[in-house]
């Protein structure tokens, strides 16, 4: 069915209200109390030892000239890991320094959330955006959730406020509204259920309404529209990576190379996914490359995301068109270090709105379950 209707904020009268990750929080006098020692970071024979086994999985990514100023940090986070009892979670689109060499447990935003409540350790560093934070915090309140650079954003969480969704909810009363799990806490407490680009489709529907206020990205919302007979309300949130892809681009791929397959995010505008022989969410795209095991494979989405694919499959040439989510490489090695070292920057939620945006995310877990 065509979508029923986009909105924006331009169409309400609002107040503004800054989103938490503009706030940037420096290192507290408490802190600082409790730092550990930085560790050394020479490049050392010892060092080289001692990081050899993790080269070696990112060997075709990663030249040797880049590697003496990666292991160092690798080295020094992961043996401070143990005396920080924490554990670290790195999206798929974390660069694969990371993603492959100090990350504990890897996936999309809901993978790591389920995940981390699973692990013994008491402190979870999310190596990913902002609201993929927020997410570990409202699932594991009794943890202590670090980002290593709070400013780490998302253009799409950006777009919309709590406030928002009650303009929204008063516009049309009695409609029920879904949630991408890529927004804040604030408005994951305004609405009924939270849904992620693998299950948007089934959360839609799993609500039985004729209508659905879908936000806030209004490709995914228009995805959704095209697989069901609900009518869909969008928002006009985008994310600023994946809105930058074309279908005339992904058409000259294939020109040159009829043989390729392309997959992509749905995230993406509709002319892009028309061009596209799969489409999926980042744990789906991973998965149909590995089963395909196709020889040449056009990925559009996050380009960091097919350099740890490339890593994993050095047999399936990945065509990686460079789109890269400047929030997402806000996370560095270094940064991920200070966070250990001054476990700094804790994720808090105001405990009223993490007990009901919490109710939003289990009610989708449990819908999958
Ligand atoms: S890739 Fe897009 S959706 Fe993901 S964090 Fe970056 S801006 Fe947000």
Redesign the pocket.
Same mark, same amino acid.
């Given at each position: 069915m065509p979508i029923a209707g986009i909105y924006g904020r331009d169409d309400f009268a609002r107040s503004g209200r800054a989103h938490p990750a503009a706030m940037l929080r420096p290192v507290s006098p408490a802190e600082r109390a409790r730092a550990l020692p930085m560790p050394s970071l020479e490049w050392t024979p010892e060092v080289e030892r001692a990081t050899a086994h993790l080269y070696e999985r990112v060997k075709n990514v990663i030249t040797p000239v880049e590697w003496p100023f990666m292991a160092p940090y690798v080295k020094a986070i992961n043996e401070l890991k143990a005396p920080r009892n924490a554990v670290i979670l790195a999206h798929n689109?974390q660069t694969p320094e990371i993603f492959h060499c100090v990350a504990d447990i890897v996936g999309d935003s809901l993978q790591l959330a389920i995940e981390a409540t699973k692990v013994k350790e008491s402190t979870i560093i999310q190596c990913? +955006?902002h609201?993929m934070a927020e997410t570990s915090k409202i699932l594991n309140p009794h943890k202590t959730v670090l980002i290593p650079d709070s400013r780490?954003? !998302?253009?799409?969480?950006s777009s919309i406020t709590g406030d928002d969704v009650r303009l929204l909810r008063e516009r049309f009363p009695g409609v029920p509204v879904v949630a991408y799990v890529?927004t804040s806490a604030d408005v994951k407490a305004e609405v009924d259920i939270c849904c992620t680009s693998s299950n948007a489709v089934q959360v839609v529907e799993s609500l039985n309404a004729p209508t659905v206020i879908f936000l806030p990205?209004q490709y995914l919302a228009k995805y959704v529209a095209s697989k069901t007979s609900v009518k869909i309300i969008g928002w006009k949130g985008a !994310?600023? +990576? *994946?809105e930058r892809f074309t279908g005339d681009e992904l058409r000259a791929y294939r020109e040159a190379d009829p043989s390729v397959q392309i997959i992509a995010h749905p995230?993406c505008p509709p002319d892009v996914l028309a061009e596209a022989d799969f489409t999926g969410s980042t744990a789906h795209m991973i998965n149909w490359v590995r089963k395909n095991q196709s020889k040449r494979v056009v990925m559009i989405?996050?380009c960091s995301m097919a350099d740890n694919v490339q890593a994993e499959l050095p047999d399936v040439e990945m065509v990686r068109p460079c789109n890269l !989510?400047? *929030?997402?490489k806000r996370i560095t090695l270094p940064k991920i270090l200070d966070s250990l070292v001054y476990l700094r920057e804790e994720v808090t939620i105001d405990p009223m709105i993490a007990d009901k945006a919490r109710r939003s995310v289990e009610r989708m877990i449990n819908l999958k379950n």
């Open positions: 689109y990913g +955006v609201f780490a954003g !998302c253009s799409l969480a890529n990205d !994310c600023e +990576v *994946h995230e989405t996050e !989510c400047p *929030h997402m």
